[in-house]
């Protein structure tokens, strides 16, 4: 069974640019994954970001980027601040109507 | 403003049955695949269920393929998600949502409601 794999954490310090992966464990992410991201702060729902993986959900600000990187697909933040500390998880499409989320990443700003 | 509020979670004993409820405002309902995300206590999200447009196509985790049925009723724009026999990893808050791109890309989210299977 496919893995999707997310670093379980990374730091960025405030102003500075962070880019969070997500990958496969057998194989490489192609935009036909159509990889989505999510934020998600303690105790609240997810919020797409990044759907299809570089359309920018209604509302969020451009300093969140997305892209394939190599054989990844890629969450930029740029000019981090303070309140994107947050879970961020990815999601790609499998096929045949499965989709699967990695683990997620812990991001820390400080 | 696309809204989706979910309802019928609560607490239920091993091996007994929910329907979970979500009422969808904003969009097109019958024109957007939709799907269910739980995520247990303290761990990550799982995708759990879609379901297309029409209702006519469905797709299941393998944890829950056999004992979960979703289903929509596009004239009431409310999305469904029947649990039977359900089990302790089952505890969970479950999120609809709206997906982007067919059954793929969850977009807007509902608060979640929480489902607790204990004895």
Redesign the interface.
Known sequence: QTVVTQEPSFSVSPGGTVTLTCGLSSGSVSTSY?P?W?Q?TPGQ????LI??TN?R?SGVPDRFSGSILGNKAALTITGAQADDES?Y?C?L?MG?????????TKLTVL | EVQLVESGGGLVQPGGSLRLSCEASGFTFRSYAM?W?RQAPGK????VS?VSGSGG???Y?DSVKGRFTISRDNSKNTLYLQMNSLRDDDTAVY?C?KT??G??????????TLVTVSS
């Open positions: 159509y989505s999510s998600q729902a997810p919020r797409t759907y299809s359309t959900s879970d998880y999601v499409y045949r109507g499965i989709s699967v989320f990695g683990g997620g | 799907t995300v990550g999200l799982e995708w879609a196509d469905t797709y985790a999120y949502a982007e791109v059954v793929a890309a969850p977009g807007a989210w509902g608060q979640g």
